[in-house]
T-cell receptor, first 111, second 113 residues
Framework: DAGVTQSPTHLIKTRGQQVTLRCSPKSGHDTVSWYQQALGQGPQFIFQ???????QRGNFPDRFSGHQFPNYSSELNVNALLLGDSALYLC??????????FGPGTRLLVL | GEDVEQSLFLSVREGDSSVINCTYT??????LYWYKQEPGAGLQLLTY?????DMKQDQRLTVLLNKKDKHLSLRIADTQTGDSAIYFC?????????????FGKGTMLLVSP
């Protein structure tokens, strides 16, 4: 049973560019949440997707957007990248009243 | 201020017990979690406790919850060098059966031989 997978593992971008990160949930899970973990910090909730819609959102600007596909996989898009967007981006999957399981993360470096 | 607070660093010797503490602010939290993060890796779920429980034991791990004081602790018995990692406390805010997690900044546990 595959766990949560994320791609790519590492990414380097320059300021102003756009990036897309991908996540496949654990088998049987229908909800995907995205978190940003800056260096030395705990993860911060970005948003959560269920039934292809954004169900809840944290305190992140509109430059951060997402999508969920019919197979429950999800993408996180960040436009107009800033240096401060450099972080580990974590995807977590869950289902109704179940614990969230995290993927290995995508490490994004913005130069 | 922070919703979830943890001490930043703990150093113990191999074989000792480790106790990592956490305080949270949302009394409506339904579950409280402990996650482990090794260098360069994602988050590994260690254990969790339902808010109406006082204690949960899982092999070397013991979680204690004081709901009145909003205090959570994780005790690791017989700590090993492989337990060296960052430990995150998280509270779950649940709405209609789905939840989002609010994390502390993490406690770095260093286990020396």
């Amino acid at each position: 049973d595959a766990g949560v997978t994320q791609s790519p593992t590492h990414l380097i971008k320059t300021r102003g560019q756009q990036v897309t990160l991908r996540c496949s949930p654990k088998s049987g899970h229908d909800t995907v949440s995205w978190y940003q973990q800056a260096l030395g910090q705990g993860p911060q909730f970005i948003f959560q997707y269920y039934e292809e819609e954004e169900r809840q959102r944290g305190n992140f600007p509109d430059r951060f957007s997402g999508h969920q596909f019919p197979n429950y996989s999800s993408e996180l898009n960040v436009n107009a990248l800033l240096l401060g967007d450099s972080a580990l981006y974590l995807c977590a999957s869950s289902s109704y009243q179940e614990t969230q399981y995290f993927g290995p993360g995508t490490r994004l470096l913005v130069l | 201020g922070e919703d979830v607070e943890q001490s930043l660093f703990l150093s113990v010797r191999e074989g000792d017990s480790s106790v990592i503490n956490c305080t949270y602010t949302d009394s409506s939290s339904t579950y409280l979690y402990w996650y482990k993060q090794e260098p360069g890796a994602g988050l590994q779920l260690l254990t969790y406790i339902f808010s109406n429980m006082d204690m949960k034991q899982d092999q070397r791990l013991t979680v204690l919850l004081n709901k009145k004081d909003k205090h959570l602790s994780l005790r690791i018995a017989d700590t090993q060098t492989g337990d060296s990692a960052i430990y995150f406390c998280a509270e779950s805010r649940e709405v209609v059966g789905y939840s989002t997690l609010t994390f502390g900044k993490g406690t770095m546990l260093l286990v020396s031989p």
